[in-house]
């Protein structure tokens, strides 16, 4: 008998063409067919048949790209690599955004530090066009040495921001109190890396060192389980793909272990509240401060 007809060759080959199959599915998002890369020319590459997305900057520009889609809720998952070494005065931002100007907007903002000195993570929620909404944290890992997961959880009854699955924030819904929730504008997925010399590390006092150009973030196994939004009606995704979570998204809270964590990181990883900040607010704190024991 020919070796290719044994029966052990055959199932052995008919295993691995299930397991490969496993794999294409279970995949993440390949992001020539879900991003557009939207300014930067050859800054901004897909490479690796779609599965790696890269952004960089230098003198001359810096780069961006967009969502093909627009969501209306949904849990949101892409891992990033942020610029290593000495990426002072850099700033990687990665957010969710409507259109307009009463425009909502979730976002994740990466300021970039002399080699050594840590990033620190921005945070803000804008409602109906107004924002005011900072929160920053240091991260428990360096983001420059490997991937992690930054994730927007978004439904009807709150935002969650996640690191690594860790909750860092939630931003609850808060109509019943007169505060806007974003419920209403299909946001896109937006994400560039530019120069914010003038403000973003340690206040606009340390520039880039453009000796070290270009500077370069890396972006993979992005997760959309969300709703679509397309001619004015949504499609849904019930279940999350993500290996992180196999809960609905949709009425996703958070549970005694995810609160423990979300104490965890602000006990020991926020470095900015605006919900504490008297100062700023001279005339009282902004309603949803007021109310809300968990931020
Ligand atoms: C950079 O490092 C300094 C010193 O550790 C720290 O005070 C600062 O918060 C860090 N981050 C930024 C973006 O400036």
Redesign the pocket.
């Known amino acids: 008998m020919e070796a290719f007809s044994s029966p052990k060759v055959s199932s052995l080959l008919l295993f691995s063409l299930f397991v490969s199959s496993i794999m294409a599915t279970a995949s993440a998002g390949n992001f020539y067919q879900d991003f557009d890369l939207t300014w930067g020319d050859r800054r901004a590459r897909i490479v690796d048949g779609g599965k790696l997305l890269m952004l960089s900057l230098d003198r001359a520009s810096g780069s961006g790209f967009q969502s093909k889609k627009e969501y209306l809720f949904g849990r949101i998952d892409m891992q990033l690599k942020l610029v290593s070494g000495n990426s002072a005065g850099t700033v990687t931002a990665y957010y969710l955004s409507s259109q307009g100007q009463a425009h909502d907007e979730i976002d994740f903002e990466f ?4 080699s050594g ?4 993570l921005h945070t803000n929620v804008f409602t109906q066009g107004k924002g005011n909404r900072e929160q920053q944290f240091y991260l428990w890992f360096d983001p420059t040495k490997n991937f992690h997961t930054y994730s927007v959880i978004w439904n009807p009854q709150r935002i969650i921001f996640l690191v690594d699955n860790f909750p860092i924030r939630e931003f609850k819904n808060q109509e019943s109190i007169g505060v806007p929730f974003p419920k209403s504008q299909p946001m896109r997925i937006y994400s560039s890396l530019w120069n914010a010399d003038d403000w ?3 206040g606009g006092v340390v520039k880039i060192d453009w000796s070290k150009a270009p500077f370069t973030a890396f972006y993979r196994n992005f997760n959309a389980a969300a709703c679509i939004w397309s001619y004015g009606s949504s499609s849904c995704a019930s279940k999350s793909a993500s290996p992180m979570s196999n809960i609905g998204w949709q009425t996703q809270g958070l549970d005694v272990k995810s609160r423990r964590r979300l104490r965890w990181v602000h006990r020991y990883y926020m470095i900015y509240n605006y919900c504490t900040d008297m100062k700023r607010f001279p005339e009282g704190l902004p309603p949803e401060c007021r109310r809300s024991r968990s931020i």
């Open positions: 300021l970039g530090n002399l000195d840590p990033y620190i973003a590390t340690r």
